[in-house]
């Protein structure tokens, strides 16, 4: 059994944002040279989401329209999360509903995907650097 | 370490359903002669789910409920997604809810399971032929 | 390739909680002697989560207060699920919300965590004993 690690980092301006980042998890896997296996990707904090759909400018408003609506990030005082002085709790929430982490198939050297799965770092407290996890494991 | 791969293809009448798919995932697992790993299980569409929880008719209609409530199919002009000529952004947010995959212990040749854990196929955008992949790595 | 198995055992006395089950998890994985590789954890109960957030008091009362909004348990008559004689419908849907797994790279025979990442074992039907499967694989 081969294995393979990388980080990418992130730094986004927004608060919140949704970033394709299927190019960099495939350029790992050609690095890693693994043909038959799995890849993790998950972001190394938990205001953040490595989800699977699709890349398409409407449904990422969407996305955040129906996420700002589940937990909104104002007024911050209604969490007991921001007594803490953070103001985040609603990004720790909206990462939940989204999901931490994908794991994919590699078959012969590919990501094994259909016709429309793009990997997208969503962002939920951002102005920071951040990294991505990308962890594989095969042959 | 080897690996496996099948398809699994449906192609549900009704826009949305709840359908188990633990029985062809077992005979997937025992195609594969895998004793000891994991297995993936997810659609390679981005407007269903794998999932796992109950088989009993009144949670699976508990689930269609809560998901229409939270996302509701109408008035389809509610999301930006649905300007594209798709009638579907609240499916691609349902999937992100109910989740896009499944990873399953392996143990001694069988899915490593509690009494109750029962894997599913969730359709949120039906009518059409659709595919589930079954990778599963290990020795 | 190499595997291991453990099973992690809660009863916890309030219908709904979470603990941070991090320390259990580095235990097993020490005991594994795997250095490289996969670790799957989730609960074999289907009224129960893994996932991975903060370990901030604050934030598990605003997790507990948003899925509590989200899918109340009372009145337990309005969940079809509950006609079997069973009050926890509600469980079941916090749980896939919350999400039933987490996969987590190992590296140099260690978590591979960010500063921040905790698993929590998320239990919202209580008054039980209940598993928690530790499943690895690697090298």
Redesign the interface.
Known sequence: ?K?F?KELWFNIPSRRAFINITPQVEDALRESGIQ???V?V?????TASV????D????L???EA?LEK??PHEPTSR??????GEDN?DA??K???????????I?NGKL??????QIFYGEFDGGRRK?V?V?I???
């Open positions: 059994m294995s690690r038959e296996g799995f993790l998950n972001p190394m904090h938990i989800y699977i759909n699709d398409e400018q409407g449904l408003h969407d996305y129906f589940l937990a969490y007991q999360h921001n007594n803490t709790a720790h929430i990462r939940q509903v989204m999901g931490r982490e994908v794991v994919v198939a078959t094994d995907f259909g016709p429309w799965e990294r996890l962890k494991i095969g042959e």
